[in-house]
């Protein structure tokens, strides 16, 4: 059986580690930090943040900015929860979503040059993919991705959700979320097969000709400098050419279902500390641009 810790690390880090993906936006500067964002009327006060879900631990990205406002925040809204409670939780809804319980193999649902790849990739990484054999490509897809990942120096608890969530509940904070463990997996699993089998190959020889090794450093550097169109430069184009199904249920549909939950919160009182991924917070397509076409005026870092 695949290592859980790796897997839960994947499901945790979905846009991150799955869709490399942040959307174009023009107005944002680079600022001395990672983005943030600031909407406000005249009982309620909303930041929000853009996350990385899995970092390198010396990477230093905290600044008297964000520290503040994160501190004023009588409740903090992330994705989806990350603590081990609900990762022991999601383990049985992967078993049911991530398994084929048709009894098919992962190697009978790739092609051969596919296969081959696959099992070389997966054994540099000390990954048996006989192990792998009774899932479905996007469980495989994140396994092989997040292992690598944490191969380069990356860990799941310097990520943001993980460390702000920590110091939420230190400082009594109330924690919301926009989504649950179980929607999250819908994502990946509601893929239709042929673009869980794309974005495995795709991964696969990003993997091997160095592109994420690559991606990931400039990643980082320009994301904690908050420099939104390098990201962009980075980290979007491939998804959204060459899976665009991915893109648009991993970044526009869950941002239309977020609009709605942002504008409740501004609709009560007090002050909010959204963080989400940071794919989620640019461009036409993004819950910023979604938002301002409401109407809402907000003001960029």
Known sequence: MMNNKILRAG?????????????????????????????????????????IHILPPELEWRNARIDAAFASADTVYFETPSDEAAQQAMQPLVMQLGLNHDGRTLSSMLDEETNIQFQRVAGSMGLPAANLEPFKPWVASLTVTVTYIRSLGHDPSSGVEQVLTAEAVSAGQSIGYFETPEQQLHFFADMPEDVQVEALSLGLGQIEDGTVAEMMTHMDESWASGDIAAMNSLMNDDMRDETPEFYEALIVNRNRNWVGQVEEILEGSGTAFIAVGAGHLAGDDSLIGMLRARGLEISGS
């Open 11 to 51: 499901i945790f880090g979905v846009t991150a580690l799955a869709s490399f993906a942040l959307a174009p936006f023009a107005t944002a500067q680079q600022a001395d930090g990672p983005a943030l964002w600031h909407l406000s009327d005249e009982d309620s006060d909303i930041y929000i943040f853009g996350t």
